[in-house]
């Protein structure tokens, strides 16, 4: 059974640390708990009582911003990814929302592929806006019209 439940405080050392396994340069606890006190809305996907995804949304006016989706690695490529981001994408048409956008990593190309499965499309580039290896790198902006 597959539930679609609020982020909260108590969540954060099991997210942080979901987080820390998948990303080179991944959000701490505190950039997660900074993200709930500024009001994000931050969803989890628990099935059986297990974490199985997790998502950060910001809402500004009638554009939401997708700050943050992430499957644990043991559990991505079985449709969870599909399934959170059609339930975000859900939340913010009922919600008249008119777009949603993110910014996603050049190399990243499950996470475009699955983007792009659900009518984003490349509309700019944020020159050095991610921390990378011996520097910083550009994000690909992308946005789907609601
Ligand atoms: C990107 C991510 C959220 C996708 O979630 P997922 O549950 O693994 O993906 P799904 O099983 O729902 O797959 C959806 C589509 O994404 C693409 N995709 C997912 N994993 C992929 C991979 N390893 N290689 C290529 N494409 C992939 C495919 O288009 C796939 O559709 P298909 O299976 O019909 O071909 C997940 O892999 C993840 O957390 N990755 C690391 C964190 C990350 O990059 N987050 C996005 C940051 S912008």
């Known amino acids: 059974m597959i539930c679609y439940e609020p982020m909260t405080a108590a969540d954060l050392d ?3 640390e979901i987080e820390q396994r998948v990303y080179p ?3 701490s606890r505190g950039n997660f ?4 006190a500024a009001g994000h809305d931050a969803w989890l996907v628990q099935e059986h009582g297990r974490m199985t995804a997790y998502a950060v949304t ?11 989706l992430t499957v644990p690695p043991e559990l991505q490529r079985c449709g969870r990814g ?3 981001l ?13 777009r ?14 699955l983007y792009r499965g659900h009518g984003f499309v490349e509309i700019g ?7 990378a290896p011996g520097g910083r790198e550009d994000a690909i902006v992308m946005a789907c019209e609601l």
């Open 25 to 27: 340069f991944p959000w």
């Open 82 to 84: 599909t399934a959170l």
């Open 100 to 113: 949603m956008l993110l910014e996603v990593r050049p190399g990243n190309v499950s996470g475009q592929a």
């Open 86 to 98: 059609a339930h975000l994408l859900q939340l913010a048409r009922n919600a008249t929302v008119r």
């Open 58 to 68: 910001m809402r500004v006016l009638d554009e939401v911003h997708l700050l943050n």
């Open 14 to 16: 099991a997210v942080a």
């Open 33 to 36: 708990a900074d993200s709930l």
């Open 125 to 131: 580039r944020r020159r050095d806006y991610y921390p």
